[in-house]
Every structure is written in structure tokens, then in C-alpha cells.
Antibody, heavy 116, light 109 residues
Framework: EVQLVESGGGLVQPGGSLRLSCAASGFTFSSYWMTWVRQAPGKGLEWVASIKEDGNEKYYVDSMKGRFTISRDNAKNSLYLQMNSLRVEDTAVYYC?????????WGQGTLVIVST | QSALTQPPSASGSPGQSVTISCTGTSSDVGGYNYVSWYQQYPGKAPKLMIYEVSKRPSGVPDRFSGSKSGNTASLTVSGLQAEDEADYYCCSYAGTTRVFGGGTKLTVL
């Protein structure tokens, strides 16, 4: 079964850091671009970042450049998102998804809450 | 990196057809044939419904179709069913970035 499972979300104070993980199974992870997408409460989807199969190309939305870092470990079939200098407006469900131009499959999401 | 423009809501009766538009620019929708559409139920992860403007993944009913003209892409749902009531998002490749639309809530009357 093709599956993506995110973890690492939680409550963090403004200015803090968090590392999200996404474990892939059921498909050849190393052959796919991977992407993070987020959704603030009650809002729409927002593309965050994408990474090429070999990890040598990474792209970010402008508002997160320099604060967020996408990475992957193909040996562990895992995708990561390191989030630093977190802001209240980063509060969202963070999804990992397979692909770079079309996103499938999707994980169930992990909730990140940035608050005092 | 402005969001693509979608109508906030759309509706139709069972059996009818509904079309949802997604307007961008020549830097995203108009510049590439990499528009995709996603269906999302409340509290659930999105699901890919259309990719590369008009292609349907395996398992997606052929009632769902996509098209593009200039800077505007469209998703058409024919023969509306109660289970089609959900939020729909378009997304476009834009070179080194990707951009989503604001989403459209489809109501089946």
C-alpha cells in the first residue's frame, strides 16, 4: 500500500524551531520529487517547498526562504522539513506529498501550532 | 507568487454539470501545461483529480474533466453526485515554484 506518514508537529513558541518528518512506503521513494504543502486553519492550500529525487534541487515559496529547509534521506525513505524562526502565521497542518508538478499520494498531515 | 483566482463557491443540482475556473498569468497557468486539481473533504487530505490540465489518474470518475484556455484553467464535474460536495483547489507549475488557487467550495443542492 502506498503511504506517507508525517510526524513531528506540535506546539512551539514564536521564534522556535521544529523538524517535520514524512515516512514513505509502498513506492520507490528515490524516484519521485517530493513536496510539502500546508493549510492554515480554515484556509486554502499553500505550496511550501519541493525537492528533486536526488535532493540536488530544492525550491521554496518566497515567504519561507531562509527559514525552512527541505531535505530527504532516500536510504530511509524519508522526507524532512526543518522550520526555524517560526511565526504565529506558520500555524497550519503540514502535508507531505509525492511529486513535483502533480501531488499524489498525500499524507494525513501533521499540525503545527505556533503560539505563546 | 500570487495565488491563482478561483470562485469561492459553486453549486449545482444532482445530475447537472458545474465548471470551476482557475485564473492565473502567463507565468503560471498560461505558460505551462502543468495544471492540477485536488478534491478535499473537511478534515481530510487532498486527493489528485486532474493533472497536466486534462489527464485523469486511475480511479477518478470520467465525470471529472479539465481544460485550459490562455491563462484560465477549468474543472468540469458532469452528472453531479452528492459525494462531489467538497472543496476543490487548482495548482500550477510556475518554473521554480508552484502556486495553488484559493479553493472553491462545491455544493450539491
Amino acid at each position: 500500500e502506498v503511504q506517507l506518514v508525517e510526524s513531528g508537529g506540535g506546539l512551539v513558541q514564536p521564534g522556535g524551531s521544529l523538524r517535520l518528518s514524512c515516512a514513505a512506503s509502498g513506492f520507490t521513494f528515490s524516484s519521485y520529487w517530493m513536496t510539502w504543502v500546508r493549510q492554515a486553519p480554515g484556509k486554502g492550500l499553500e505550496w511550501v517547498a519541493s525537492i528533486k529525487e536526488d535532493g540536488n534541487e530544492k525550491y521554496y515559496v518566497d515567504s519561507m526562504k531562509g527559514r525552512f529547509t527541505i531535505s530527504r534521506d532516500n536510504a530511509k525513505n524519508s522526507l524532512y522539513l526543518q522550520m526555524n524562526s517560526l511565526r504565529v502565521e506558520d500555524t497550519a497542518v503540514y502535508y507531505c506529498a509525492g511529486g513535483g508538478t502533480r501531488f499524489t499520494p498525500w499524507g494525513q498531515g501533521t499540525l503545527v501550532i505556533v503560539s505563546t | 507568487q500570487s495565488a491563482l483566482t478561483q470562485p469561492p463557491s459553486a453549486s449545482g443540482s444532482p445530475g447537472q454539470s458545474v465548471t470551476i475556473s482557475c485564473t492565473g498569468t502567463s507565468s503560471d497557468v498560461g505558460g505551462y501545461n502543468y495544471v492540477s486539481w485536488y478534491q478535499q473533504y473537511p478534515g481530510k487530505a487532498p486527493k489528485l483529480m486532474i493533472y497536466e490540465v486534462s489527464k485523469r489518474p486511475s480511479g477518478v470518475p470520467d465525470r471529472f474533466s479539465g481544460s485550459k484556455s490562455g491563462n484560465t484553467a477549468s474543472l468540469t464535474v458532469s452528472g453531479l453526485q452528492a459525494e462531489d460536495e467538497a472543496d476543490y483547489y487548482c495548482c500550477s507549475y510556475a518554473g521554480t515554484t508552484r502556486v495553488f488557487g484559493g479553493g472553491t467550495k462545491l455544493t450539491v443542492l
